[in-house]
């Protein structure tokens, strides 16, 4: 069983940075990919961007060159550093992580995931 534990999150304005952090504990987190999705209020949850084991990643398009997701293997930790947030960003940010190392927006698979952390962007 693998335990994630999301932090980072809260109310900025438009233009401003945020990083989020997601904690794992100890078990199949350096092998395994890990994902961020998101969802807003009325909405579903949608894939942001993944990262493999080894450092490959995957973006959702709106928000390529804004949102940068990293890991350090070594602290069980995946970060996600978002830039440039916009009031449309505003969502309950998940980290997830795949077990089998997918990474691509279209084939990843959450096998387990956080409880979320908020993001607010006011305009």
């Known amino acids: 069983q693998v335990q994630l534990v999301e932090s980072g999150g809260g109310l900025v304005q438009a233009g401003a940075s945020l990083r989020l952090s997601c904690a794992a504990s100890k078990g199949t987190f350096s092998m395994s990919a890990v994902g961020w999705f998101r969802q807003a209020p009325g909405k579903e949850r949608e894939f942001v961007a993944a990262?493999?084991?080894?450092?490959?990643?995957d973006y959702v398009e709106f928000v390529k060159g804004r949102f940068t997701i990293s890991r350090d293997n070594a602290k069980n930790t995946v970060y996600l550093q978002m830039n440039s947030l916009k009031p449309e960003d505003t969502a309950v940010y998940y980290c997830?992580?795949?077990?089998?190392?997918?990474?691509?927006?279209?084939?990843?698979?959450?096998?387990?995931w956080g409880q979320g952390t908020q993001v607010t962007v006011s305009s």
């Open positions: 997830t992580l795949d077990s089998s190392n997918n990474y691509y927006s279209t084939t990843f698979r959450g096998d387990y």
């Open positions: 990262i493999s084991w080894r450092g490959r990643t």
